[in-house]
């Protein structure tokens, strides 16, 4: 059985939103299932903005991982969260409309299985505007 979770500074839930579809897990890496969310703006319009921003980036990556073939690659990853028709990378200009952010700040893949050494790969900005580099364990 595979189970995914939520993890917040009070609690751990298990997320029911996020699921396996055809071998594959969909995260978003957002929340979907917390009860524990605060709204750092003073504001529950930005929560629920926030969730809609956060699954309509679950749907896109869902209908990009179904559109993949069987084995998808780090490659293929890396694609998927550079995404900008969802959009899964934000670059700042919904910040401020709902949105407590507004951008993605970052990013990361853990490779343990393409042939390579098992590895990271981190784009340090938008993943859309700043390439991953890759980083391997030894």
Do not use: W
């Not at 995404?83 to 899964?88: A, C, F, L």
């Not at 952010?101 to 859309?128: C, F, Q, R």
């Amino acid at each position: 059985e595979v189970v995914t979770y939520e993890v917040s500074a009070n609690k751990v839930v298990t997320c029911p939103y996020v699921h396996l579809t055809d071998g594959k897990i969909e995260h978003t890496n957002h929340p979907l299932a917390s009860s524990d969310l605060r709204d750092l703006s003073g504001s529950d319009a930005a929560l629920r903005n926030i969730s809609v921003s956060t699954q309509l980036r679950l749907a896109t990556a869902q209908a990009m991982l179904k559109q993949s073939s069987d084995l998808i690659d780090i490659n293929d990853v890396n694609s998927i969260l550079s995404d900008r028709t969802g959009p899964i990378s934000l670059d700042g200009a919904l910040a401020g409309k709902g949105r407590m952010i507004g951008y993605t700040a970052g990013s990361m893949v853990l490779d343990l299985k393409s042939g390579k050494a098992p590895g990271i790969e981190i784009s340090t900005g938008p993943p859309h505007a700043v390439d991953y580099q890759r980083y391997t364990f030894q």
